[in-house]
C-alpha cells in the first residue's frame, strides 16, 4: 500500500508561481510511476502531469511549456512546478502512483488562481 500526502497549495494571482509537493510513504523508485491530476468543480478529473520509473515525463497539452514534474528519490516527494498560472488551472490538485497493478490517490490541495 502506497499513502500520498500533498501540500503547497494556495491562493496565486495569474502570472505567478506554485510548488506542489507529494510525500510518498513508499520509495518512489519502486513505483511504476507518479503523476498529477486536477479536478475543477463541475469537471472531471484530467490529468496534468506523469513521470514514469525510467523518469520519462508525459504533460497535458495545456499545462505544457508552463508546468515541470520532478521527483526527488532521497526524500520519496514528487513535484509539481506551476508557473504562468491562469485562472482556468484552478481545481483540486491530486497525486497519483501505480504501483502493484494498483494506483493510489492522495487528499488532493486546492489551487486557486485569481484573475
Known amino acids: 500500500q502506497v499513502q500520498l500526502v500533498e501540500s503547497g497549495g494556495g491562493l496565486v494571482q495569474a502570472g505567478g508561481s506554485l510548488r506542489l509537493s507529494c510525500s510518498a510513504s513508499?520509495?518512489?523508485?519502486?513505483?511504476?510511476?507518479m503523476g498529477w491530476f486536477r479536478q475543477a468543480p463541475g469537471k472531471e478529473r484530467e490529468l496534468v502531469a506523469t513521470?514514469?520509473?525510467?523518469?520519462?515525463?508525459n504533460y497535458a497539452d495545456s499545462v505544457k511549456g508552463r508546468f515541470t514534474i520532478s521527483r526527488d528519490v532521497a526524500t520519496n516527494t514528487l513535484y509539481l512546478q506551476m508557473n504562468s498560472l491562469k485562472p482556468e488551472d484552478t481545481a483540486v490538485y491530486y497525486c497519483?502512483?501505480?504501483?502493484?497493478?494498483?494506483?493510489?490517490w492522495g487528499q488532493g490541495t486546492q489551487v486557486t488562481v485569481s484573475s
Open positions: 497519483n502512483a501505480y504501483y502493484d497493478s494498483i494506483m493510489y
Open positions: 513508499k520509495s518512489i523508485f519502486r513505483l511504476n510511476s
Open positions: 513521470i514514469t520509473r525510467g523518469s520519462s515525463t
